[in-house]
Nanobody, 125 residues
Framework: QVQLVESGGGLVQAGGSLRLSCAAS????????MAWFRQAPGKDRQFVAH????????YYSDSVKGRFTISRDNAKNTVYLQMNSLKPEDTAVYYC??????????????????WGQGTQVTVSS
């Protein structure tokens, strides 16, 4: 299996930016499609962004489209989430996820096999 470790979270003011990183380790880790989810206090885990194994196709939730950018560096087995124009409603624990299989669904948390422990992002108003 693959291990995922998120980093880069923190406290920022509304309108600010953060870049999250997810370092993957394990055999053939770079062949996994990867995604970011987030979970705000008292709410369900929510899809944020997805990137295919090649990095050629990305998907975003409507709530972050135009503000967040997902990317990956397979040579480093790392996926990133650049977050700009942050809003207080972006406050959540952000989780990195990965899967080895192909699927038409990218936004369901049940389509991902591996998860990191999460990194806290807090946006103040």
């Amino acid at each position: 299996q693959v291990q995922l470790v998120e980093s880069g979270g923190g406290l920022v003011q509304a309108g600010g930016s953060l870049r999250l990183s997810c370092a993957a380790s394990g055999r053939t880790a770079s062949s996994y499609a990867m995604a970011w989810f987030r979970q705000a206090p008292g709410k369900d885990r929510q899809f944020v962004a997805h990137i295919t194994w090649s990095g050629g196709t990305t998907y975003y939730s409507d709530s972050v489209k135009g503000r967040f950018t997902i990317s990956r560096d397979n040579a480093k087995n790392t996926v990133y989430l650049q977050m700009n124009s942050l809003k207080p409603e972006d406050t959540a624990v952000y989780y990195c996820a990965a899967r080895a299989f192909s699927s038409s669904s990218y936004s369901s948390r049940y389509n991902y096999q591996y998860w990191g422990q999460g990194t806290q992002v807090t946006v103040s108003s």
